[in-house]
């Protein structure tokens, strides 16, 4: 197998060659990658194996530099999972030699992968997170009883009370979110992440009809708000925010499943919800009220001096995020300009 370094945005056709892998995502797009390197100046190295001119394997990789955090390569910064793509099991073994051997010549610190069953039999796992998806297969009716039972009266509720959602793909619904992120990151002693993120994600996915913002409102004020993308069949929730002041409205519960059922009848099949952190047992609960089936996703992380795979890192103290739940939002915001790039 021939293995070239590549550049997606540098091929026109890329997004076509990796929907003929099954577990392609999102994050394996062209348009991901553009927001990436636009916003955060990563380097794209995604390694493609070939044989008779046919892509038999993909490692979609960048490079992330910092002063603060050092040079690594993370397959994807900031996705949820972003796995190797592989026709044959076997191929892992030389996709991740190569990488080594390019990481030892960059400098880099280590090399994270993030979700696939073919790692390495045996080497500890970085990180383990649950993983929600929902089957968008059947019609509405269905969808709906597939919910958990407080769902459909939160929804009914959301309706009675007059909340209404809509779906937009426009900066100013992306600016309309930004506020509710802010106030939810807070909440969560988390700055937000930059808004120059988020007008790249308005140019390069929402502008190109590849997700959109969903926006509930009430009584002229949007108090919920979410980001979804869509790629291939394929959905993923990203982003949501809401104003803790109307929470009684279960304007979420409204906005969800009006999502769902946008996106079911736009052509998407499967709906991605995103990772969750084993201690995060509401937002769990939350996810499979949707009907949406469980599994495990593991991160792998090798350390390219030590030259062995990293365990688990033991939970830091959640002190940092009460100091930043108390500081004003100009300064969460002044502080997620700094620090996003370095955390990729």
Known sequence: MHLVFVNPLDLPDWDQKIQTFADFSFFHNAAWARVLTET?????????????????????????QSPFTGRRAVGLPFSDLCPPLLREPQWFNALFERLKQTGEQRGWRYIELRGHETYPEGQPFHAAYYLHKIDLGGDADNLFKGLKDGFKRNIRKAEREGVRVAFRRDLEAVKAFCRLNTLTRREHGL????????????????????????????????IAGAVFFRFGGKGVY??????????????????????????AETGIGELDLGRTDPDQEGLRRFKKGWGARETVVYYLRYDLKKRTFLPAEEKRSNLPEKILSRLPAPALRFLGRLVYRHMG
Not at 40 to 63: K, N, T
Not at 238 to 259: C, I, M, P, T, V
């Open 191 to 222: 700055p937000p992440q930059p808004f120059r993120f988020f007008v790249n994600l308005q140019r390069f996915i929402l502008a190109r009809d590849l997700g959109f913002v969903a926006l509930a409102e009430y009584q002229g004020k949007t």
């Open 40 to 64: 955060y100046g990563y380097q794209p190295f995604y390694l493609v194996g070939q044989e008779d001119g046919e892509w038999m394997a993909v490692a979609p990789v960048m490079e992330v």
């Open 238 to 263: 990203k982003y949501g925010a809401s104003d803790k002041n109307y929470q009684h409205l279960r304007a979420n519960n409204l906005l969800f499943w009006e999502a769902i059922k946008h996106l």
